[in-house]
């Protein structure tokens, strides 16, 4: 009886083990089932923040359609609006280092030739903490290729997760 014993308890801890092997891979698939749009989609978003940080606004630009536009909310409450050609062109003036960065990884959701990039951000500038709040890029594909029609930001002082 001794040794039903230890066969049963093998095999069960056996079974055990494949199940949860089989769960950590079916919570990879999604980061393996990543689409071309979706990879192209962060590329265009990533290309803004490369354009940032190197004070770079023709790699900005070259990320976004001819009449993007960001819209947002400082953390005084105000609200703005500008011309994407205008604040890339303002950072690339200001003789800062901005760094621009997820949080998390970002929520992507695409239909057809309309995609939206949505997650929590933090903004540092010189390497000191500036704010943080939540991205949201919508994307269009163009004959070039997705392309940043618009950006909308919140921008928080207070509550941020990784504020330095």
């Keep these: 009886m001794g040794r039903f014993a230890s066969r049963f308890d093998l095999g069960l801890v056996y079974h055990r083990a494949m199940r949860l092997l089989t769960c950590c891979l ?21 290309k803004t923040f490369d354009g940032m940080a190197t004070n770079d606004a023709a790699k900005i630009l070259a990320s976004m359609t001819a009449d993007a536009h960001l819209f947002g909310v400082r953390a005084n409450g105000i609200a703005y609006a500008l011309p994407a050609e205008q604040w890339a062109n303002r950072l690339a003036s200001l003789k800062g280092q901005f760094v621009e960065r997820f949080t998390k990884t970002p929520t992507v959701s695409i239909h057809g030739t309309l995609a939206n990039v949505w997650g929590e951000y933090e903004f540092l500038r010189d390497g000191k903490f500036g704010h943080c709040g939540v991205d949201s890029f919508n994307l269009l594909k163009t004959a070039e290729g997705w392309r940043i029609a618009a950006i909308l930001d919140t921008e928080e002082t207070t509550g941020c997760p990784t504020a330095r």
């Design 26 to 46: 079916l919570a990879l698939l999604p980061l393996a089932a990543q689409t071309s749009d979706e990879k192209d989609v962060l590329a265009a978003v990533r």
